[in-house]
């Protein structure tokens, strides 16, 4: 199981960082508010229900809107892993904070508010839970056991590989839920800040090509007969 000791300090130490990061990025979150109110001409905050599955931790999550309203709800027949379809309706610099990963930012006030961790599983939308939960009753069942709170950067968002789907996802779910520590979240942070740093930030609708990293060779850490 996960470092009992360390969990228990986690979500002090996800405060205290917290509190710190947004101290230092409020002035590029105003800035980033302000062009996006240009160019999408609305408010550019977006607040979504999301959660581990429909009754796991769900909650609601803060995000900046990069894509335009006249965008269409269902896109790529239900794959929630790839949606590039969806990529005309994101501005040039809309889609610049998706490859950075800016448009997380506001989750910070997430985490503040002891809904979130910095390092977690991937919380997902209600409607792609229901994709899941339709395509995939096996694996989304299994993700009724993590305890671990969601994540604004995890295992899967910086060593997963989409291509895989859903055992993917769930293989570093039930890594992370099992072997959370102080070095498992060291070595995400510095992935996430290399991803940012570089632009290389990867989600469904800009999908980059899988090149290989892992955090090292996973194994299934539940069987998943019982689910």
């Known amino acids: 199981m996960a470092n009992k000791k360390y969990m228990m300090a986690k979500s002090r ?67 929630i892993f790839f949606k590039s379809d969806l990529s005309q309706y994101v501005p040039t610099f809309c889609k610049w904070l998706r490859k950075t990963g800016l448009d997380e930012l506001p989750q910070i006030f997430n985490v503040l ?29 299994a993700r009724n056991i993590i305890t671990t709170k969601p994540g604004i950067t995890g295992m899967w968002q910086v060593f997963g590989n989409r291509n895989e789907g859903i055992q993917n996802l769930l293989d570093h779910d039930l890594y ?29 609708i800009f999908p980059s090509v899988y ?4 955090f090292k060779t996973l194994s299934n850490t539940q069987t998943l007969t019982n689910y």
């Open 13 to 79: 130490i996800d405060f205290l960082l917290s509190a710190v990061i947004l101290l230092v990025a409020l002035p590029v979150m105003l800035l980033i508010t302000i062009v996006l109110t240009i160019i999408l001409r609305s408010f550019p905050v977006i607040i979504q229900k999301r959660g581990l599955t429909e009754a796991n931790q769900v909650f609601k999550i803060y995000k900046f809107k990069t894509i335009k309203a006249n965008s269409p709800n269902q896109t790529n027949k239900g794959n």
């Open 176 to 204: 992370y839920n099992e072997q959370a520590s102080l070095w498992v979240d060291l070595r995400i942070l510095f992935g996430t800040v290399f991803l940012i740093s570089s632009g290389k930030h990867t989600d469904a």
């Open 211 to 214: 090149d290989g990293k892992e």
């Open 113 to 141: 508010m002891g809904e979130m961790s910095l390092v977690g599983p991937r919380p997902f939308t209600i409607n792609d839970l229901e994709i899941l939960k339709n395509k995939y009753p096996k694996y989304y069942r």
